[in-house]
């Protein structure tokens, strides 16, 4: 019989449902066979013009009903699609969840198509009052919905039955890690039973790849997009903006026994600490990722020998991946040049909000398959950093326990660990 | 009964057109029949609350710091270094490095007037996506993006003011603030944190905050009018402001063991999410009254009423049939300030109890008076057009 509380005397956290969508399709099935046989997702961009941009690839997911339909209907789309999956599979009601909604999504704004189709259904003045005046003679709330924070997850409270005021979060690309911690909390409170965690973003517009763009944080290697997402390497250059979602179904392992579910993982920590450093570089001493993993580890009551496997953040960014082996290095000292340590992001881009939930889904997986997917295009190590990334090909292996790292802008560093098994 | 793990309220950080702090909003809101501040014709023909004049310098030291910001993560880093001041944990190193923080947000500010260039020129072509990408990639300052990102208040309170335990930032309008408050309490009294920074801003100053409400013709129009007397007027009833709110909420025993002064414990906070179109909200914020346990007697109650002549209505309706409330709606005075609305509400709450005295009426015609000590003060915030929630605060 398992344990039911923690080390800290808390309820354990089971999984029983997970679900995920990225540039590699929909649903577990399809996700998994092409991750491990180490396929990407990354393609050139064709909703919209790429004229003027300096970025013309990305991990867009382009199958979906709502993908030419602006950012809030695919996110929601995304989001349901996952959700029903991890639903389904905990064999709960899809109608009647039961139990609180944490989203991760990314922040909102009026689509360009909308600003300018209000704006051309006029010809009085100009600018912004021209807008205003169109607007408040709207009839129909559907413009609306999308610029609120809160619909996305007012939709999905409705379609799934959730209880109370769903949560909707940015932590930025640490956000889907956020969504879990916050429904592991909320179970270790004995607030409720179960959670439905999802991380999800659809928001990959023109102008949020100009942004990045801007900011020079995007890969620029268009010529062989499957190339483009290359972690660890010496010529990584940049991440590749994609879209996806995650989802979870966290129980108590207790309540999940008592209803037969199948356990497909444990929640064993959650480990955060900001930094003040810079709006968008991590403090030079990797500091707080490092205080992130240390924080993660005492949550979860295990020491740095009881991890086997890492999924890493592993953006394919010079500053990211620089500082995320620092971070590994110092906490897990000379043990971490033999313990494996993956980038999903290699195959599916970074999927912003969504990549926390994603890459937890993915991790509960690998324990699940006994098998780890590859960091592909690894065909020219950085010398510095000095890590097993479990290149190119997938590999076999019984893998216990899982530490995934999610770092975001705005000094975010939020770290889960999982494990098979209850203790 | 108090116990060591009570929430209470040991900083306050206010900013509305009223001017900012806790003493300057005590000194304002006692003064009987007090008119607003209002700004009719910058974005006529809505009526805002403007912000008052603010020395960024007071709270945000560096130059450079305030630069990569805009006036809403200004404002809410502004009112965040306030309540830390206030609770004496700002410049203690120890105390903001262990200190958690959940920020309700919604966006920061775009470029208004490349917007509205890109705009123009749409008139006359037909490959807008070609435009848009002419345009953004030659006329977008790059570090724009970190200002209108909404978890970058956050951010810029961690760099500031150096708080990094934890950064959460909650979207979804006032229910973000309901939630962020009820989520830092839940964490203090469950013994996961034992002080939390929590709180937001709003800077309506700026065309997308209007729109953001009047896509759903939610602004209200023509002369300005107290929150409770807009229905029936031109347009959907609420009037927005600048302002931002913050608390720090605190583990009793941790506020009492560092010897600091408690304004108020925070009770109960409760929130939900009426399905609203099937005519819900009525019970539900009924429903929500039951939950929070209210005390017999007389009860002092803040309200954040935005105005939105629905939500209102409801709100008023349900608070009416229970005549034990007397019920000040602040945003007559401040302005509906989104996220903000329910932090603020709360820290209004939390002076009455501290200052053991309520608030005369903000609208003579509707709110009665309230006489005697305060020893309990409610507060709610039902949300212009989706969540709700309220919270007890009570004599520390």
């Known amino acids: ?423 | 009964m108090s116990s060591p793990h009570d929430v209470v309220i040991t900083g306050i950080g206010l900013v509305s057109s009223l001017g900012e702090g806790p003493d300057a909003h005590w000194q304002k809101l006692t003064q009987p029949g007090l008119e607003p501040v209002l700004e009719a014709t910058r974005f006529a023909p809505y009526t805002i609350h403007p912000l008052p004049e603010i020395d960024w310098n007071l709270q945000i030291a560096k130059r450079g710091d305030q630069r990569q910001m805009e006036t809403w993560q200004r404002l809410g880093t502004y009112a965040a270094g306030l309540a830390l001041d206030d609770a004496g944990i700002k410049g203690n190193d120890e105390l903001s490095t262990t200190m958690d923080m959940v920020v309700a947000a919604g966006g920061g500010e775009r470029d208004e007037a490349v917007d509205a260039a890109i705009l123009a020129a749409s008139e006359s072509r037909n490959d807008r996506d070609v435009l848009l990408n002419e345009k953004l990639t030659t006329e977008l300052r790059p570090t724009l993006f970190l200002a209108q990102l909404s978890n970058l208040l956050a951010g810029n309170i961690s760099i500031v003011h150096k708080v990094t335990g934890s950064s959460r930032t909650f979207m979804g309008e006032e229910g973000a603030g309901v939630s962020a408050v009820e989520t830092a309490a839940a964490r203090i009294r469950s013994g996961q944190s034992t002080h939390v920074l929590v709180g937001g801003a709003f800077q309506t100053e700026h065309s997308d905050m209007l729109l953001g409400y009047e896509l759903a013709g939610y602004l209200h129009r023509g002369p300005w009018k107290p929150v409770w007397q807009r229905q029936g007027s031109e347009g959907g009833g609420v009037v927005t402001g600048s302002g931002g709110a913050f608390l720090v909420l605190e583990q009793r025993e941790h506020a009492k063991n560092r010897g600091r002064k408690i304004y108020a414990e925070l009770g109960p906070v409760v929130s939900s999410r009426a399905r609203r179109r099937r005519g819900e909200l009525n019970s539900e914020i009924a429903a929500l009254l039951k939950q929070a346990a209210l005390p017999d007697g007389d009860l002092l109650t803040i309200s954040a009423a935005s105005g939105a002549h629905a939500a209102t209505a409801a709100e008023k309706a349900v608070l009416d049939a229970n005549p034990a409330l007397a019920v000040r709606a602040f945003s007559t005075l401040t302005g509906h300030m989104k996220e903000a609305q329910f932090p603020f509400a709360v820290a209004l709450a939390a002076m009455a109890v501290d200052r053991k005295a309520g608030y005369p009426v903000f609208d003579a015609t509707v709110e009665r008076p309230f006489e005697g000590t305060p020893t309990s003060v409610l507060a709610t915030a039902i949300g212009y057009h989706q969540f709700e929630g309220l919270g007890l605060v009570k004599a520390a």
């Not at chain 1, 064999?91 to 009026?110: I, K, M, W, Y």
């Not at chain 1, 740095?304 to 960014?317: F, K, L, P, R």
């Not at chain 1, 098998?371 to 010398?383: A, G, M, Q, R, S």
């Open chain 1, 1 to 423: 019989m398992a344990n039911l509380r923690d080390h800290m005397g808390r309820p354990i956290v089971a999984v029983t449902g997970i679900g995920v969508v990225t540039s590699l399709g929909v649903g577990k099935k399809d996700n998994w066979e092409a991750l491990t046989s180490g396929k990407s997702g990354i393609h050139p961009i064709t909703r919209f013009p790429v004229d003027q941009l300096n970025t013309r690839i990305s991990g867009m997911v382009d199958f979906l009903p709502s993908s030419s339909k602006g950012a809030s209907h695919l996110t929601y789309e995304l989001a349901e699609t996952a959700a029903q999956e991890a639903v389904s599979e905990a064999g709960l009601d899809s109608g009647d969840f039961g139990g609180p909604l944490f989203l991760a999504s990314p922040p909102v704004e009026l689509d360009w198509a909308d600003r300018f189709s209000l704006y051309n259904s006029d010809k009085q003045d100009s600018g912004s009052e021209r807008l205003l005046r169109v607007a408040r003679a709207l009839k129909e709330l559907d413009v609306f919905e999308t610029t609120q924070f809160g619909s996305i997850a007012d939709r999905l409270a409705d379609r799934f039955g959730t209880r109370g005021l769903p949560i909707t979060l940015s932590t930025a690309c640490a956000s889907g890690a956020t969504a879990i911690q916050l429904g592991v909390e909320a179970i270790r409170r004995g607030e409720c039973d179960k959670a439905l965690s999802i991380g999800a973003d659809g928001s990959a517009t023109a102008e949020a790849l100009i942004r990045f763009s801007l900011l020079s944080a995007l890969s620029t290697h268009n010529d062989i997009p499957e190339k483009a997402s290359k972690p660890f390497s010496k010529d990584r250059d940049g991440f590749v903006l994609a879209e996806g979602s995650g989802a979870l179904v966290l129980e108590s392992l207790e309540a999940a026994l008592a209803r037969g579910a199948t356990i497909l993982g444990i929640m064993r920590g959650c480990g955060e600490k900001a930094d003040d450093f810079h709006r968008t570089r991590s403090k030079p001493d990797a500091s707080p990722a490092i205080a992130a993993v240390r924080a993660v580890l005492a949550d979860a009551g295990m020491s740095e020998d009881e991890i086997e496997y890492v999924n890493a953040h592993g953006t394919s960014t010079p500053e990211n991946d620089k500082m995320e082996h620092l971070s590994l290095s110092t906490v897990f000292g000379e043990r971490i040049a033999s313990m494996p340590v993956s980038s999903n992001k290699s195959m599916i881009g970074h999927t912003l909000s969504a990549a926390g939930a994603v890459e937890a889904a993915f991790s509960l997986m690998t324990m699940r398959e006994s098998v780890i997917p590859p960091t592909i295009n690894y065909d020219n190590p950085d010398p510095a950093i000095v890590l097993d990334v479990v290149p190119n090909k997938k590999r076999n292996a019984e893998v216990g326990t899982v530490l995934s790292n999610s770092f975001g802008f705005g000094g975010q560093n939020t770290c889960l660990v999982m494990a098979r098994e209850p203790v």
